[in-house]
């Protein structure tokens, strides 16, 4: 249990980061990594000169801030804390919940989620609970079989100001706050003594309430008369007020129905229950998933991260929709959105809906495109920014952050990738959710992507292949276009004749013939089912009778073998069609198969020495979040190529993640298959698309599968 | 030059710190110490592959940033930065400004202040431009001798979120922003090229624009040309929207006048010549002064850390003045208030009575007094809290975030000082400013307050004996009160029987008689000139005839000589009755005289090793706020007592606060005596005080002194 979670309600870009043992968190606003903040939690029996016994959250001493004061250095406190050990704790994390237990003391965090519509359409009542940035939080103790009186304690401390009694602003709420923009409280009525001071378990000076308002450290006191058993309710708020972003000026949602922190922290007691009933219910359903437990706990620490990275923001009066990049805190980066996208549709499939607007209002572009080393470029077509911006700063339209031009690595353009997922996340949503009156709209435009994407192929139709060949002119005459795989080597790096987007773009067509047939346009649904039929059959011709395998780049010779060969048709298989995919092309999806049994292979796509699946075999920088994709479709499309050691390799992927290199930072996606450190993407959303394992096994299209997850 | 200065506007509790050798600094808001930044400021020869010579006020290598990008470790960049040797540079810090150059290139940060009459009186123009949150800078380069060109760069790295370049928002300004909060601009016409990468110097990546918008360090590029001498205007800006306090819910008050960041830039700009016009005439007036370079560069640094703690909000449509007490950030310490009075008398003076007046309405309270030791509490009197709160919170009515219970030492309640400080800061400012309008408002508190301080001397009429001898019921049967001396030992900590509020509570008197006098009061007049002659002759009889001092405390044998003996007589000296006072007790300024003569000796209240001034014999913690104080009364009363090795001291004072363990946090007030090292009070703004020491030689009560230092 070496791991830290972001516990964080939806939509505030905030987490109250906790867990990892011997180290810090606390409340984090908008941050990259775990906020700095001591976590008081633990118990004492209620007899003078009791230690308290707290969870491992903090570091001490805390004399610094005294000595800078009083010029004098650090002594030992008469009766310091005792850190408890690790090793005498239990801990359960679910879905909407993270729970320690010690003997008969127990904490936990809740982050609830359930499903929401648009927010547009939701009644301010239901809208404040969906969005209230808050986190429920619990401490009891079960002192039924004990004859004397225990207290408990939750507090902060190494904030970076001072804390404020809420007393000194409210009559209904005792407990504390830095500023306006985050604090924690509890009902007066459960509250033994509030505490406060530079130091809090020695405290050098103390005033006529027992508090000192220099203090940085404080915390609430609870007492367990001996023979009860107490549960008392915490509420851990944030707030920002007024706008917070760039480009696109916008504030938080929440501030529509919340006026400030403390009627956060008062809408957080007050629907305590509520929240608890959310949380145990989604805790229920993970529990119920046919899933063993290294599955369920991915799940769960994945989701944790995503909610973390959410943002519901007001601009103009409307809703706007941001999940943030992690460390990164790029802005709907869209190759990330095509991966929350099965857990948007489960929960709120108006965000999806939201984000594919804005990419089309404000992030599309028109782009010329040029043959492999240059060349004169020749109109493209349309395809949208790789992001939105960066840390709250929208892009000018049409830019993203990220893309920069003369390169054939890492921070080039993903024009096609983007291109093919706003036609997969648009044509999966509208299928899913039925919302065809926006696919209707979106009809004109579907149209030009399907034009762009065949002209990517070559502008010329009578030399298309059905592979990607063409670089958008905007890599410039010294660039070629990458994919979201930016960080690895060729064999997902590059995007021209990739066999990763070879297979996304098969997939891409399949879909694109779905719309265009509910949209009633046969000629074009048509021509997108001979196109898919094209790609199948120039990536068929790839497929290496001798190793069994494909190539993961078509060209110079590329022996790298990859998994997301599969990746694009999990669009199909979550709409339910990948068998009737099947049944029309049978002999690509043998050779996927052959090749997926071939590269599931220790050595090949599954690390030698750790037993981790690999996206490449030819680099050991893996992706959780991909890795769990290709798990989705190889699970239920390819079962065949699961061997035993492919199937034990769960085990392997949970114990990095809950181990100190990656625990650091919650949820890591990029993570070295051998060793299990961190190599990028910390504190990252986009794992949230190993939900995809909770979906019921043959999920026919236009139904609400979030029905059947709950 | 080992030091950090704060570059800070008038009022925005934010500085722009720069200057210590080696190490980082720029934009900070409402911190306790120097921000993280680095600044990059120098030139090159504009010729391919030229290194450009940057001061050295940043840390490389940037790598890590872009590692976590590409998972790559760092390499050396093909044409890294040469840091520029301090020891080639020459820096120049004047009242307003601060100049380093190196051969012909120069840079030079601005804080101009100037004269303000009340904000609430002043024209919207006027206020917008004396409050506008912003620093200017200028970079040159004198190229008139040189046959080619030259460029010069200013730029920040590892900001806390990727910069954003401000012509994505406006045509107007050239320019890098971080978020809605800090960013520097220049015109657009004087831009050669804007720069931003992750890493400056070598970045990995750039866009179409050649920026790379994920980047945390940009730059702006100017050129001077062959034979030719150029100089560009930079504005250096902060902003700050909506509510930022609590307790007193609180805007900037700039937020009137300026709507955003660009707005504030664009005023930088626009008000360029005016502000460098402001900032030439305070470093005239210094350099004008009858001083030393030492004093000069005293009151220079003091002067930027006291703009960097000021702060003017803006509270229910009206001014708001706070001065946040450096490194602490408590709110208005009173202790510090009566040591800001002189320069804001001279600067602001609307500000003096701004605070006085909330310390009336809000932190104003009428206590119990008890013997030393407890016993019944009696009924007191008015007096008012140590401080309005810490951080931007503003404490409850009555209470301040210092002061606690039951201690005899640092943290306990600060009554009695208080009391003094009211009435010399009052009287001072009405005196001073001629307001006896404000003064009339104030008669029936002036009057309480004397009541007050007599009953601390005893409640008993006929036992009263010129001393203060009763403790505030505040501090708790088990505490008693200090002074703001807290970190000292018992010498200046305890204010009951103490020489230092003695003559404090002497002079006092005779303020009081004088207001009450301009009063018409004469009878209430006649018995502040009883209690001071009371006071007078109660202090005298404390002299030892053999040390030919007073004893610091006038109890259990005190043997500690103190400085601030003669802190009191700062308010006749400063409203011109000093020597009045002198022919009336001159037994008493006999006996202050002999004391500093005695006590102004190597081992006493010089330190014997470094030659410092030391405000007690008994202690080596000396704060430097309170000898630049002393250091004015001794000086302009007490000539005598200055001898050689005491006029010298300034150069000590000047090198131990320009070296490394103080220059790390700009100006510091609580210093080891001996080795120069920081106690306490970093960044720090009491030591404004010794603009005192610009006080022309004679100066009547009501006129205008501002217009002789000006």
Not at 85 to 95: F, K
Not at 314 to 319: A, I, K, N
Not at 478 to 495: C, K, M
Not at 612 to 625: C, D, G, L, R
Request: hydrophobic content about 40%; glycine content about 8%.
């Amino acid at each position: 249990m070496n791991y830290h979670t972001q516990h964080a309600p939806l939509g505030a870009f905030a987490s109250f980061t906790l867990g990892l043992p011997g180290s810090r968190g606390g409340f984090g606003q908008s941050l990259c990594g775990p906020a700095d903040h001591n976590v008081y939690v633990g118990h004492r029996c209620a007899k003078p000169g009791a230690a308290w016994q707290l969870l491992p959250f903090y570091r001490r001493p805390e004399k610094a801030a005294v000595a800078a004061f009083t010029g004098e250095t650090g002594k030992v406190p008469a009766t310091p804390p005792r850190m408890i050990d690790i090793t005498a704790v239990t801990r359960d994390l679910g879905w909407a919940s993270d729970t320690w237990r010690h003997n008969d003391f127990s904490f936990r965090l809740l982050s609830p989620f359930a499903r929401t519509e648009d927010p547009a359409a939701m009644t301010d009542t239901d809208a404040r609970h969906a969005f209230a940035p808050v986190i429920c939080a619990e401490i009891s103790y079960d002192n039924t079989e004990v004859d004397s009186t225990v207290e408990l304690l939750f507090g902060l401390g190494n904030t970076e100001v001072p804390l404020r009694p809420l007393e000194d602003s409210c009559t209904d709420l005792q407990g504390f706050a830095a500023g306006r923009g985050f604090g924690f409280a509890a009902r007066p009525s459960d509250i033994e003594e509030p505490m406060q001071s530079l130091d809090l378990f020695d405290p050098p000076a103390l005033d006529h309430r027992g508090l000192h308002l220099l203090g940085s450290e404080a915390a609430l006191v609870f007492r367990v008369p001996a023979g009860e058993s107490r549960r008392f309710p915490l509420a851990l708020g944030f707030y920002q007020a007024g706008i917070v972003t760039t480009g696109i000026e916008a504030s938080y949602y929440y501030t529509k129905f919340f006026p400030d922190l403390e009627d956060v922290l008062r809408h957080g007691l007050a629907a305590h229950a509520r929240y608890v009933a959310q949380s145990e219910a989604r805790d229920a359903e993970l529990v119920g998933a046919a899933l063993n437990d290294d599955q369920r706990w991915l799940i769960a620490q994945a989701t944790h991260s995503y909610l973390g990275s959410s943002q519901l923001l007001l601009h103009e009066g409307r809703p706007l929709w941001v999940v943030n990049e992690g460390e990164y805190r790029m802005i709907n980066t869209f190759d990330l959105t095509v991966d929350h996208l099965f857990f948007e549709l489960a929960w709120h499939p108006w965000a999806v809906r939201n984000t594919l607007d804005l990419f089309v209002r404000r992030y599309r572009y028109t782009d010329s495109i040029q043959r492999p080393g240059g060349g004169a470029p020749v109109p493209g077509g349309i395809s949208f920014a790789h992001d939105m911006g960066v840390a709250n700063q929208f892009t000018l339209p049409g830019t993203s952050s990220y893309e920069c031009t003369g390169l054939h690595g890492c921070f080039s353009h993903m024009t096609m990738e983007q291109l093919l997922n706003w036609i997969c996340c648009a044509v999966t949503y509208a299928d899913k959710t039925g919302d065809i009156g926006w696919l209707r709209e979106q009809q004109a435009l579907l149209l030009d992507c399907a034009e762009s994407l065949r002209r990517r192929d070559d502008p010329d139709p009578s030399q298309r292949t059905g592979l990607i060949k063409w670089d958008s002119h905007r890599c410039g005459p010294n660039g070629s276009e990458i994919t979201t795989y930016d960080s690895l080597d060729v064999s997902l790096g590059q995007a021209r004749n990739n066999l990763y987007i070879a297979v996304k773009a098969f997939a891409t067509w399949t879909l694109l013939e779905r719309a265009f047939a509910t949209l009633g346009l046969r000629t074009d649904a048509e021509a997108a089912r001979a196109s898919a039929h094209l790609a199948a059959a120039a990536i068929a011709a790839q497929f290496e009778d001798d190793t069994g395998t494909f190539p993961a780049v078509f060209e110079a010779g590329n022996k790298s073998r990859i998994l997301p060969a599969v990746e694009g048709l999990v669009f199909p298989l979550y709409l339910g069609f990948a068998e009737e995919l099947r049944t029309r092309h049978p002999g690509l999806f043998a050779q996927l198969s052959r090749h997926l049994c071939n590269v599931l292979q220790p050595g090949v796509c599954l690390d030698a020495e750790s037993g981790a699946w690999k996206i490449s075999s030819t680099s050991t920088n893996t992706w959780f979040s991909k890795i769990a994709l290709a798990q989705h479709v190889v699970r239920r499309l390819f079962p065949n190529a699961l061997s035993e050691a492919a199937n034990q390799a769960d085990a392997v992927h949970a114990r990095m993640q809950r181990s100190t290199p990656l625990g650091r930072f919650a949820m890591v996606d990029q993570v070295h298959s051998t060793t299990g450190t961190d190599l990028g993407s910390r504190y990252y959303p986009r794992i949230v698309t190993a939900c995809l394992w909770m979906e019921p096994q043959a999920c026919p299209p236009n139904q609400e599968s979030v029905i059947r997850i709950r």
